[in-house]
C-alpha cells in the first residue's frame, strides 16, 4: 500500500504541472465542438443556411461577418459585447464607425431562436458565421469550438484604445495583436482577411496622400479620383483591387507591388520583419488558408464568458 500512495505523491504534482505547461485555462477548456448537440442540435445547420443566404444576397456580407467576430473579441474577449445598442456602447463607438453586418447577425439569431429558444448564445452565432462566411466564399473551413455566453456590458473606451487602426505602424501592430495573445505570424494571417471587403475613403486617405510608403502610381491616381483631399469620406474601395469577393491570396500578391489600400497593409511588405510572411503567403493560397483558419481558431477564443459567467440573450442588441 505504502508504494501506491507513493505513486499517488508523484503523480498528482505531476499531472499540475502537466496542466500548468500546457496553459491550462479552465474557461477555455469548457468550450466543446460538441456543446449544442442535445440542447440545440439544429443550430449549426441553422446559422449556416443563414449565413449562406446573406451572402448570395449581398457578397459583401462575407467581408462583414469575419470583420465583427474580430471587433468583437479583440474588446473584452469573444462575448458578443459589440452588438449591445446604446449610449457608452461599443457599437456606437467612432472604433467602429463603419462596421456593418449586425442585421445578418440577428437573422441568424431569430432563426436559432425559431428553433430553440434561450439555448445559443449571440457570442457562438458570431464565431460560428464568421467561419461559414469565408466557406461561402471558397474560403478556409475551421472548428469552432461553442459554449460561450454573452456579455451584459459594452465598452465604448476599450474599444478606442484595443482595435487597430488603419493608419497603424508595423510595430504597432505587432504589439496591438500581441496584447491579445497572437503573435506576428498570426497577425499577418489574420490580416490577410482584407483579401475581402471594401474600405471608405476616411479610412484610406492617408495612404494616398503625404504618404511615405511606397505606392503604385496608377494606383494611387485611380484611387485619388475617388477619394479627393476632402469630402467623398464614404466612397468605397475594395481592400483587395483583383478579387474583392473571394477568399484567396490576392491580398497579398498586391502587397508586393505596392498596391495595399491601407497604411496598415503596405506596412507588412516594407522591407521589415513582416516581409518573409507576406512573400510565402503570395506564393501559396494553402499556406495562408492553414494558418488564416489557425488563427481565426486562435482569435474566436480570446478570453470567452462560459459556465456560469455572462447570459444567454434573446435578443442580441439588448442585454435585458
Not at 443566404?53 to 469575419?66: E, G, I, K, Q, T
Not at 502610381?217 to 485611380?222: L, V
Amino acid at each position: 500500500m505504502g508504494s501506491y500512495k507513493n505513486i499517488g505523491t508523484i503523480l498528482i504534482p505531476m499531472f499540475i504541472v502537466l496542466l500548468l505547461s500546457l496553459n491550462y485555462m479552465p474557461c477555455k477548456a469548457q468550450l466543446s465542438t460538441t456543446f449544442y448537440d442535445n440542447t440545440c442540435p439544429k443550430a449549426l445547420k441553422t446559422i449556416r443556411k443563414s449565413v449562406r443566404d446573406a451572402v448570395a444576397s449581398n457578397p459583401r456580407n462575407a467581408a462583414l461577418l469575419v470583420r465583427l467576430v474580430f471587433h468583437d473579441c479583440f474588446v473584452q474577449g469573444c462575448d458578443a459585447s459589440l452588438l449591445l445598442e446604446g449610449t457608452g456602447s461599443e457599437k456606437a463607438s467612432p472604433a467602429n464607425d463603419g462596421v456593418l453586418g449586425y442585421e445578418v447577425i440577428d437573422a441568424a439569431k431569430a432563426a436559432v431562436e425559431s428553433v430553440c429558444p434561450g439555448v445559443v448564445s449571440c457570442a457562438d452565432i458570431l464565431a460560428v458565421a464568421a467561419r461559414d462566411a469565408s466557406v461561402a466564399v471558397k474560403g478556409p473551413s475551421w472548428v469552432v469550438r461553442l459554449g460561450r455566453r454573452d456579455s451584459t456590458t459594452s465598452n465604448a473606451a476599450q474599444a478606442a484604445t484595443d482595435l487597430p487602426r488603419g493608419n497603424f505602424n508595423l510595430s504597432q501592430l505587432v504589439s496591438n495583436f500581441r496584447n491579445k495573445g497572437l503573435n506576428t505570424r498570426e497577425m499577418v494571417a489574420l490580416s490577410g482577411s482584407h483579401t475581402l471587403g471594401q474600405a471608405r475613403c476616411t479610412r484610406f486617405r492617408g495612404r494616398i496622400y503625404n504618404n511615405s510608403l511606397p505606392i503604385d502610381s496608377a494606383f494611387a491616381t485611380s484611387l485619388r479620383q475617388n477619394c479627393p483631399t476632402t469630402g467623398s469620406d464614404g466612397n468605397l474601395e475594395p481592400l483587395d483591387l483583383v478579387t474583392p469577393n473571394k477568399f484567396d491570396n490576392n491580398y497579398f500578391r498586391n502587397l508586393l507591388t505596392n498596391k495595399g489600400l491601407l497604411i496598415s497593409d503596405q506596412v507588412l511588405f516594407n522591407g521589415d520583419s513582416t516581409d518573409s510572411i507576406v512573400n510565402e503567403y503570395a506564393r501559396s493560397t494553402l499556406r495562408f488558408k492553414s494558418d488564416f483558419a489557425a488563427a481565426m481558431v486562435k482569435m474566436s477564443e480570446i478570453d470567452p464568458l462560459t459556465g456560469s459567467s455572462g447570459v444567454i440573450r434573446t435578443l442580441c442588441t439588448s442585454a435585458s
